[in-house]
Each structure stands twice: as C-alpha cells, then as structure tokens.
Nanobody
Framework: QVQLVESGGGLVQAGGSLRLSCVAS????????MGWFRQTPGKEREFVGR????????HYADSIEGRFTISRDNAKNTVYLQMNSLKPEDTAVYYC?????????????????WGQGTQVTVSS
C-alpha cells in the first residue's frame, strides 16, 4: 500500500523559508514522478513542481519564480520542497503526489497517489 506523508508546514513571516518533507512508502519509487501541489479554499489545485525519482529531473511552475527547490533523499525515501522568499500568496495546503511512469506530469489527474497535505501560512 502506497503511503505519502507530508510534514513541515507551519506559520512563517513573509520573506521566510520552510522545508516540506514527503516520506514515501509501500513500494519502490524509481519509476515514479513526485509532484508538489497546493490548494487554497475556493481555488483549484495548483501544480508547484515535480521531480523524477530516478534521474532527479525537475520542473517548476512559472509562478514559483525560482524560489522553491525540490530534492530527494533516496536513503530516506523522502522528497523535499524547500521554499524560500515566501509570500502571503504562497499560503495554501501543500500536497505531495506520486505518478507512475508519467515523467512530465503536471496535472493533478496524472498522479496516482496523494498525501494528506500540510498547511503553510505566510503572514505579511
């Protein structure tokens, strides 16, 4: 059974940083793309970025403007989302997701598994 568990959310002031973690379990993820999404009430889920687990190739949404970085620790089966220069508009619930053999996945319906989400709140 695949399980994705996010952590690391919280309250931070504008301009600050947070690092979110996503621990993946239940299978070998070398053929998966790991994505990060975010959602605020009343808005559609938004793609943030993705990384292919095997090759480490990354791709980010234009709205991120180079402020976020995705990385992974194979030994810990964990994917990270480092968020710097946070803005109030980054406030959302952030989700980790896994897509099997969809190496360019940017849409939510391309992902097979989802975590429960972690709240990030950026105060002005």
């Amino acid at each position: 059974q695949v399980q994705l568990v996010e952590s690391g959310g919280g309250l931070v002031q504008a301009g600050g940083s947070l690092r979110l973690s996503c621990v993946a379990s239940g299978r070998t993820f070398s053929s998966y793309t790991m994505g990060w999404f975010r959602q605020t009430p009343g808005k559609e889920r938004e793609f943030v970025g993705r990384m292919t687990w095997s090759g480490g190739s990354t791709h980010y949404a234009d709205s991120i403007e180079g402020r976020f970085t995705i990385s992974r620790d194979n030994a810990k089966n964990t994917v990270y989302l480092q968020m710097n220069s946070l803005k109030p508009e980054d406030t959302a619930v952030y989700y980790c997701a896994a897509a099997f053999r969809r190496f360019t996945a940017t849409q939510g319906d391309e992902y097979d598994y989802w975590g429960q989400g972690t709240q990030v709140t950026v105060s002005s």
